[in-house]
Structure formats: structure tokens, C-alpha cells
């Protein structure tokens, strides 16, 4: 692969990821209620408003999860793979099936990412800035919350010592791990869509 190809590959995958990251959190920020209102919010609902507002006219929600938001997401996942198989010289259409399940995995592995960092974001915090009201910091405790809280309820309570995050950072690890990584290499998933995962 000659290394113009390369970079044209890196710019797909680097910009694609970050408006997909983009997407994947406005589905997040639903399905967790977080504050629209937050400008963090809002920037992003801006972002992802021209893309969603056409697919909410054909998937409705349900359950107060965001169907549209996650199929724009997948849509997205779908689309730079399929581009990037492409430049290699593989035909997209004859790997369909496989592109979708590679997407399914691209998906789940940013969601997970960004629980991970979201995470450690919030233990930082929690140490440098507790009781902190800046816009970025509630985001992030109202994403965290719905993860930790569960997990508080069947650890002990250690003295106000608060563990549950590394209970969480274990579960994703090994979801990441033993469950996508696993399942990408029994896909036959090609080595140059692995910066989706």
C-alpha cells in the first residue's frame, strides 16, 4: 500500500471516527436522560441534527432509547468501512454481511471506549474537583452514573471509599478483550479496519 493510500485512509478513519464519536454520544446522552440544556449538549444535538432529523421521520424511539440516533451511528460505521475496504481494492457490496457485523463490533467498541474514558475522567475528578458544576464534568457523572449505580448496590461500603469504577473498568476490559476482539478475528475482520475497533 503506497503511502499517499495510507494517509487518505488515516484522514477517513480519524475525521469519520470523530463525527461518529460525535453521534454515538447523542445517543448515549438519551438514553442516559442527560441535561439537554448542558451547552455540551447542545453542541452536539447541533452537530447531529441535519443527519437524525430525516431518519427520525422514518424510526420512531422506543422505550425512550434513540433508534435513530444508534442506526445513523451504525450507518456511519457501515459507510467508512465499506470506503476504506474500497481503497484496499476488496468490493464493499460482496462483503456486506461482514461489514455489518464489523460495524455492529466498530460500534460497541467506541461505546465501550467511551465509557472507559468517560470513567476515568470522573475518578479524576472526583479527586481534583468533587462538587465540581463545570458543564463537561456533569456530563460526564450523568453518563457514569447509570454504570456505577448497579454496581454500588451489591458492593460492601468501604469506609465512604468508593469502588464500583474499578469493578466497571474490569467489566469493559474484558467485554473489549475476550468478547469484540475475539469475535473481530473469528469475523475475519481485515487488520486495516482495526483502528474502528
Known sequence: MSGLLEAIIYIIQTLGSLYLLVVLLRF??????????NPLSQFIVRATQPLLRPLRRIIPGFGGVDLASLMLALLLQLLLMAVVVALIG???LGLLPQLLVWSLLGISSLLLKVLFFALIASVILSWIAPGNHNPGALLINQ???????????????????????????IAIN???????????VMTDMPRILAPFM
Do not use: H, M
Not at 28 to 37: C, H, T, W
Not at 175 to 184: E, G, M, T
Open 28 to 37: 448515549i446522552l438519551q438514553l442516559v436522560r442527560a441535561d439537554f440544556y
Open 174 to 184: 474484558l467485554i473489549d478483550r475476550f468478547v469484540l476482539r475475539n469475535l473481530a
Open 90 to 92: 476488496l468490493n464493499p
Open 143 to 169: 453518563i457514569v452514573e447509570p454504570l456505577l449505580t448497579p454496581l454500588r448496590k451489591v458492593l460492601p461500603s468501604l469506609g465512604g471509599l468508593d469502588i464500583s469504577p474499578i469493578f466497571a473498568f
